[in-house]
Each structure stands twice: as structure tokens, then as C-alpha cells.
């Protein structure tokens, strides 16, 4: 059974008197473990998705299954209880912190509201949390607009990884990094994966990477799925005009200086 | 720099600290200085100012110490300022932050509520609650508040829609924290400032309430009041003018101190973030 | 081979709560008149910093050593005249309130003396040159009816209009997507060879300046760590930095970190 179910997916947004169709009845579904990237221009609706799988924003149409129970359902004390499984992790960690937070107030939001350890017990396990993801326990008590911004995405994984979940959403995770820390955090995230079998839905526009990291890739062109498959199939043929655009465009280190014209 | 020494670089600053500074000590040391009831006889009536030195501003008309009423008097104007700006300001931040983060129905009755309060002048209202309720010290704060909440509340719920869509609220739902720690942990915190921005305002404005309804009489009647003496001393304004005059003084660089200290704080924490 | 601008020695102090922080260290440089030149680095490199001091927008709490030498003839350059200057957001630089035809005439009246007529018949060929889609209409637009990558054009567009020798582009597509992002560099390409502009882009993506530049200036900490052709900094990198920056690089051809794991090998 899959981890995630997502079927006939529509959101539709009013923008000054016009109807926008963000989501136009998309359908994927996300194996434990594994990682399912969703890749596009800006405006595809990635984002979208993003919200609507982890119900901050309500679909017009279409149904979510996760875990095997009918999430769009949930309500209330249920659905809170129910994000334990499933996390997410924003592009800009600085905007997805609290700007008068501290790393042990962030660690321990996620272990108290659903009491995970006790009073007595929490700073324990959010020193366990840093170390887990690669920080020095004493980083705690610091402010977290004092720490570098690869120390703030670790943070924010150590947050997402707090209530053991089965999902998280990297929504565009890697893409606001300096290039050397990057790789850190993607090796991070790999080796959280193969350690605890989090299944990853891996949101970028950054085809490089998608093809580095996902097994499967869904190509998003305003709001429909253009393409989707192997990643690494897609990417070296893309067959979808959207495809062909994104990965014409990615950037590639030349050797030779072309000539302007 | 630090904002402390920022805030003592700009004079303006420092002068309404002063003058704060100076109505706080005022208020403390009255029942040491003056630890008799200030309402009690002290000498003749209608002494003028500097004729006697054990009664420095002179006497009223039934010979009452105008230095120990002006002492008590800063007790009920600071406490009445302060008490009613603090609840001012949590009423309307916790009203501006309730509408503006559920949004919806909620929002929509909690701002007909404000129109509603705002609509009538905030001094009439004032008016209208102590002759009803009568005059005390809590029903005078009370009724202040009735007409200043408003403005607070406006300014929270403007924030609170702005911050309710960062992503740190939803950062904050998708870890499955309850609407209303949200709201009043991660949303009304940082939708603080410009409302406290507003508290000299609110403070100034809420003396000077007090002032005007003890003028009229609906003050505390067991309290000294500024507004009570300047309405005290009116009957004789040509033969002792000075009877309104010294509290009318107190009352300007009361509010003038708390409004530069004020604005001195807004300023200097503006520059900070600014920098920053 | 004649210099542009040469940079001697150049070091920026910004001041910062009491504290003196170095953006810019002893940094020596030449702009070439004519060439492409990429400066590249991730954040705190100073790379901005250095784009500023160049168009003489620097903040006044800040303090400069060393001097920019500008060798050609006549007077120091200016800014909007001499110097256009592309920011990284758009939607930030332009102003909201002023007609998109508005800003760019401004721009062309104000540095070549042009009437209003003249200005906005100057602004209509820029959006044509910029290749915005129905440049008659966009004349009367306000940016925020424009995408991200429409407002970028206009901006270029307004950055060009007095028509500078040098163009600097900080960070101009880093808030694009990638296809607007190729588009952008494309349009900047040719923009500066038909007008023979000095371009000075900035970037934090190496790939992408080896696409466009000719030279590389590689910064980091604030200093200048190598500076070299393209070829030479991508196929032999003197500095173990830009090693690193280049293996950090993520290509279409890079090999799956999943198999690294072992996960889904």
C-alpha cells in the first residue's frame, strides 16, 4: 500500500475576479521510503501541492490518502495529531522560524505538543536531535537568527524529524543554500532516509539535483502534470515541451567561452 | 550601539525621561513626604505661592496645601494613565489579534464591535459610563479604556493578517500546534511593536481623560486630582489664578514627558531594526 | 586590451552595532572595456558589496580604502548614465506607483536630454529591444501587472536606457526560475554585444557564469581568491575554493547521490 495517495487534485484560486486553476486534477502516489520529486517552472503549482498535502491550504476537488486513512477528513485534535507523520521543511529557514526563537524552543514545540518526552526528559532528546543532524548539543540556547544558514536548515530537519515521521515535503529545501553547504544537507537528508525510511517529497526547480536525489520525478506545467517517471529517464529525455524548456535551460559549467552572439 | 545609549544621545529623549522620571518620584515619595491626608486643612486660605516655606505653592480656598495635592495628585494620574493604557493595549491586542487570525465570521463580528466603539467620540463615551456606573478610581479607568481599546485592536489585527501568512505560521500548524498558541505565541508576540508603538499616545491621552472628567467632577471624590484642582481653583481664577495654573503645569509636562520618552523609545528601537 | 576600471586595493568596512566588519579585503581587479566578466562566490563573499562600490552605492555607514580608477577620457562615471545597474529583485527596484514607460523615459531624459516625447518613443524601442510581449500596452503598465520575469526585462530595459559602458547585473536571475533565469541571461547576452557594454554579472551559481562570462573572479570572505578565463578557472582552478564550488555543482550529468546511500541502487 502506498504511503501517500493523492487523486484528482484541484485547487482554484479568485484573483481579481478571474478563476486561476493552480492545481488542475493531478494524481501521484509516494511509496515509504522513497523519494518523489516534483519539479517545474514558478506558477506550476508545486507549491501548491506542497500546501495542499500537508493541509495548510483546502482543495476544491480530488482526494488525499495518507497511511492508509482518508486525511482529508481529519479535523481539529485528530488532524494536529496526525501531522506527527507528516513534516516539512521550507526553502528560507529563516522565515519558517519564529524571528524571536531559540533552537531549544524550536526543538521542543514538536516534543511537547505531542508528548513525545516529559518536561524533565525534552532537553535530552532535542541534544539528541542536534546531534542527529549534525549539530553541536550547546547550539540550544542560541538565538536562531544567530546561527549560519546551513545551521538553520539543520535545525529545521531536526524539527521535521522530531515526531518521527513517515513524510516529509522538502518544498525547495536546498535551493536558498550556499552550494558547499548544500551538499551537506542533501547527504543529511540521504542518510536520514536509509536510517529511519522517510519517504521525501522533494519540491525544487533545480532539475540537477532532482535528478541526483528522487527515483521518480513528476514534470509540472500550470497546474497539470506534464510528465512523470523514472527521474532519471524523464530528465535525459524529457518528452513533454515543458520537460524539454526546463532542462534546455539548466545551467551547465561550460569549458569554452561561447561567442556573443 | 546599544539602544540605551542611543536613547541618550537624543535629547529630546532624555527630556521626557526627566520629566517622567521626575512625576515617578513624585507619586512615590507623596505619602513620605506628605503623609497626612492631602485633603486636610494646612494653613489659611487662599495663601499664595512662596509666602510661607513649609507651604511652598501656597494654599486653596479652604486652605488645603496645594504642594501635598499636587504630590498625591501625580499618584492618581500616573496610576490612572498607566493602568488604563496597559488595559487598552491588552484588550486590543488580544481583540486585533483573535480577528485577524481567525478571519472569517469571528473577524467580522470583533470589527463591527470596533466600529462600534469607535464611532462614538471615546470621551463622551467615557462620560456617559461614570455618570451611570459613579465615580472610582477602577470605573474611571474602565471607562477610559472603553474609547482607547480601539485603536490598538485596529493596528494588532493589520499585522496579525500580515504575519498569519508567513511561513512561520505554517510552519507552526504543520507541526500540529493548537489555532490559539499559534495565535498567541508565534502570531501576537511579533505583532507587538507598532502597537506598543502607540502606548505613549494612549498614555497622554488617558491622563488627560482623567483630568477632564475630574474637572467635571466625575472623578475619584476620595482622590486628589490635577483635573479636580484646576476645577477647584476656576471659582477664584482672577483673585488666585494660581490655583489652576500649578496643576494645569503638572498636566502639560506630564504628557509631554511621557510623549517624548515615548517617542524616543519608538525611535530608537526603529533605528535598531532598521540596522539590523 | 584597455582597461575599464581598475580596482586598486579596494576594502569596505561596513559598521554594525558598534562593530567594524570587513566586506571587502585589499581587493585589486581590472574590468576590462568590452569583456564579460562573472564575479562569483556564496553569501558573505563580498561579491555585492563589490558591485556596489563600483556603482558608487554604497551605504554612508560605510568605510572605503583603495580607489576605483576609471582610465578612459572625460568625467567619472555615473550612475544611470555610465553605469546601468540590474538588482536582484525587480519587484523591489522598480517603482510601484510609476507607469513601466515612465521609468524607463525618466531614465533617458534625465541622462540624454531627450523631451518626454522623445523619451517614451525611446522607451517603446527599449521594451522592443528587451523583447516584452505588446510593448505599446506594457508602455502603460504598472509592474505589479507583470510577471517576475517581464519586470526583470523592464529593469534591464531602465538600466540601459542612457546607454552605459558598463552593465552589472547583481544576482539578476537568482529570483527567477530557471527557464525565465535562461531567458534573462539571453537577453543580457545579446544586449551587450549589440551595444558593446562592459558586462560585470554577479552570481552565486558558477554554472551559469560560465555560461555567460568570459572572465571569472572567484571571491570569498571577502577576498579575491582567483581570477581567470572562463576555461581556465572551470578546466585547470588554481585554488582549492573553486574546486570545491565546481564539484558542488549539480549537473544534468552528475551522478545519483541515491546510490551513494545504497538505498535504491
Redesign the interface.
Known amino acids: 500500500m502506498s504511503l501517500l495517495t493523492v487523486s484528482n487534485l484541484t485547487k482554484r484560486y479568485r484573483r481579481g475576479g478571474k478563476v486561476v486553476t493552480a492545481v488542475d486534477d493531478v494524481s501521484f502516489h509516494i511509496e515509504p521510503?522513497?523519494?518523489l520529486a516534483l519539479a517545474g517552472?514558478?506558477g506550476s503549482g508545486k507549491s501548491t501541492i506542497a500546501?495542499l498535502v500537508?493541509r495548510?491550504i483546502e482543495p476544491d476537488a480530488g482526494r488525499i490518502e495518507f497511511e492508509g486513512d482518508d486525511f482529508l477528513a481529519l479535523r481539529g485534535a485528530k488532524?494536529?495529531?496526525?501531522?506527527?507523520r507528516?513534516?516539512?521543511v521550507?526553502q528560507?529557514p529563516l522565515?519558517?522560524?519564529?524571528?524571536?526563537?531559540t533552537v531549544a524552543r524550536v526543538l521542543d514545540?514538536?516534543l511537547r505538543?505531542?508528548g513525545i518526552a516529559s518536561r524533565a526528559e525534552r532537553p535530552r532528546r532535542i541534544a539528541a536531535l542536534l546531534e542527529r543532524v549534525g549539530l553541536a548539543a550547546d547550539l540550544a540556547p542560541r538565538a536562531i537568527h544567530e546561527i549560519s544558514?546551513g545551521q538553520r536548515q539543520r535545525v529545521a530537519i531536526a524539527?521535521a524529524i522530531a515526531?518521527g515521521p513517515s513524510l516529509i515535503v522538502l518544498d525547495e529545501a536546498v535551493s536558498a543554500l550556499?552550494?558547499?553547504v548544500?551538499?551537506q544537507i542533501?547527504?543529511l537528508l540521504?542518510?536520514l532516509?536509509?536510517q529511519e525510511r522517510i519517504a521525501y517529497l522533494f519540491i525544487s526547480?533545480?532539475?540537477?539535483?532532482v535528478?541526483?536525489?528522487?527515483?521518480r520525478v513528476i514534470l509540472l506545467d500550470a497546474g497539470r502534470i506534464a510528465e512523470s517517471g523514472d527521474a532519471?529517464a524523464v530528465?535525459?529525455a524529457p518528452q513533454s515541451a515543458i520537460g524539454r524548456?526546463?532542462?534546455?535551460?539548466?545551467?551547465?559549467?561550460?569549458?569554452?567561452?561561447?561567442d556573443?552572439? | 550601539m546599544n539602544p540605551l545609549r542611543r536613547f541618550l544621545r537624543t535629547p529630546e529623549a532624555v527630556a521626557g525621561a526627566i520629566l517622567l522620571a521626575a512625576l515617578i518620584a513624585m507619586a512615590l515619595i507623596a505619602p513620605l513626604l506628605f503623609p497626612g491626608d492631602p485633603q486636610a486643612i494646612a494653613g489659611p486660605a487662599l495663601l499664595p505661592p512662596f509666602q510661607d516655606w513649609s507651604l511652598p505653592l501656597g494654599t486653596d480656598r479652604l486652605g488645603r496645601d496645594v504642594q501635598a495635592e499636587l504630590f498625591h495628585g501625580a499618584r492618581t494620574s500616573l496610576a490612572v494613565g498607566l493602568a488604563a493604557a496597559a488595559a487598552a493595549l491588552a484588550i486590543g491586542s488580544v481583540v486585533g489579534t483573535l480577528a485577524g487570525f481567525a478571519g472569517g465570521l469571528v473577524d467580522e463580528m470583533l470589527m463591527r464591535v470596533t466600529d462600534a466603539f469607535q464611532t462614538v467620540p471615546s470621551f463622551l463615551l467615557a462620560l456617559a459610563f461614570v455618570s451611570v456606573v459613579g465615580p472610582s478610581l477602577g470605573i474611571v479607568v474602565a471607562a477610559i479604556v472603553l474609547g482607547t481599546w480601539t485603536g490598538p485592536a485596529r493596528i494588532a489585527r493589520a499585522e496579525v493578517l500580515s504575519i498569519r501568512e508567513?511561513?512561520?505560521v505554517?510552519?507552526?500548524?504543520?507541526?500540529?500546534?493548537?489555532p490559539l498558541e499559534i495565535a498567541f505565541r508565534?502570531v501576537l508576540?511579533?505583532a507587538l511593536p507598532p502597537v506598543l508603538a502607540m502606548s505613549s499616545v494612549i498614555v497622554a491621552a488617558a491622563v488627560l481623560t482623567e483630568a477632564a472628567l475630574s474637572f467635571l467632577g466625575l472623578g475619584d471624590p476620595n482622590r486628589v486630582t490635577w483635573g479636580g484642582m484646576i476645577a477647584e481653583g476656576r471659582a477664584v481664577l482672577r483673585t488666585a489664578p494660581f490655583l489652576s495654573i500649578v496643576p494645569g503645569i503638572a498636566l502639560v509636562l506630564t504628557v509631554l514627558g511621557v510623549y517624548l520618552a515615548g517617542e524616543g523609545i519608538v525611535e530608537t528601537t526603529a533605528v535598531r531594526r532598521g540596522l539590523s | 586590451m584597455s582597461a575599464l576600471a581598475s580596482i586598486h586595493d579596494l576594502t569596505v568596512t561596513y559598521r554594525r552595532d558598534g562593530n567594524a566588519v570587513a566586506a571587502l579585503r585589499n581587493i585589486s581587479l581590472d574590468i576590462v572595456a568590452g569583456e564579460?566578466l562573472a564575479v562569483i562566490g556564496?553569501?558573505g563573499s563580498g561579491k555585492s558589496t563589490l558591485a556596489l562600490a563600483i556603482a558608487g552605492l554604497l551605504p554612508a555607514s560605510s568605510a572605503v580604502d583603495g580607489r576605483i580608477e576609471w582610465p578612459g577620457p572625460g568625467q567619472p562615471p555615473l550612475l544611470g548614465r555610465d553605469i546601468g545597474f540590474v538588482f536582484q529583485d525587480p519587484s523591489v527596484s522598480l517603482d510601484p506607483v510609476m507607469t513601466v514607460g515612465k521609468q524607463i523615459a525618466e531614465v533617458a531624459r534625465t541622462h540624454l536630454g531627450l523631451t518626454w516625447s522623445q523619451a517614451y518613443a525611446k522607451a517603446k524601442t527599449l521594451l522592443e529591444r528587451v523583447r516584452l510581449p505588446d510593448p505599446d500596452s506594457a508602455l502603460h503598465a504598472f509592474p505589479h501587472q507583470l510577471s517576475?520575469g517581464q519586470k526583470q526585462r523592464v529593469a534591464i530595459a531602465a538600466a540601459i536606457a542612457a546607454g552605459p559602458k558598463l552593465l552589472i547585473a547583481d544576482e539578476a536571475t537568482s529570483a527567477?526560475?530557471?527557464?525565465?533565469?535562461?531567458?534573462i541571461v539571453a537577453l543580457i547576452?545579446?544586449l551587450?554585444?549589440e551595444d558593446g557594454m562592459t558586462l560585470l554579472f554577479i552570481s552565486?551559481?558558477?554554472?551559469?557564469a560560465?555560461?555567460l562570462?568570459?572572465r571569472i573572479a572567484v571571491f570569498r570572505h571577502g577576498q579575491l581568491v582567483e581570477l581567470g578565463?572562463?576555461?581556465r578557472i572551470?578546466?585547470a582552478p588554481a585554488q582549492a575554493y573553486t574546486r570545491?564550488?565546481?564539484d558542488?555543482?549539480?549537473?544534468?550529468d552528475?551522478?545519483?547521490?541515491?546510490n551513494?546511500?545504497?538505498?535504491?541502487a
Do not use: C
Not at chain 1, 522565515?95 to 526563537?101: G, V, Y
Open positions: 521510503g522513497e523519494t517552472p514558478s500546501g500537508l495548510l488532524l494536529r495529531a496526525r501531522r506527527a507528516l513534516q516539512m521550507f528560507d522565515a519558517a522560524f519564529n524571528p524571536r526563537a514545540d514538536p505538543i505531542h544558514g524539527r515526531t550556499d552550494v558547499s548544500r551538499g542533501l547527504d540521504l542518510d532516509q536509509s526547480h533545480d532539475l540537477g539535483v535528478r541526483a536525489l528522487a527515483r532519471r530528465i535525459d524548456a526546463l532542462v534546455a535551460a539548466a545551467p551547465r559549467l561550460k569549458r569554452t567561452t561561447q556573443a552572439s | 508567513r511561513d512561520y505554517a510552519s507552526a500548524r504543520a507541526i500540529g500546534m493548537h508565534e508576540p511579533n | 564579460r556564496e553569501s517576475g527567477l526560475d530557471t527557464i525565465v533565469q535562461a531567458e547576452r545579446r551587450v554585444a552565486h551559481d558558477i554554472a551559469l560560465t555560461e562570462a568570459e578565463t572562463t576555461a572551470v578546466g570545491t564550488l565546481l558542488a555543482h549539480i549537473g544534468l552528475a551522478a545519483p547521490l541515491l551513494r546511500s545504497g538505498l535504491h
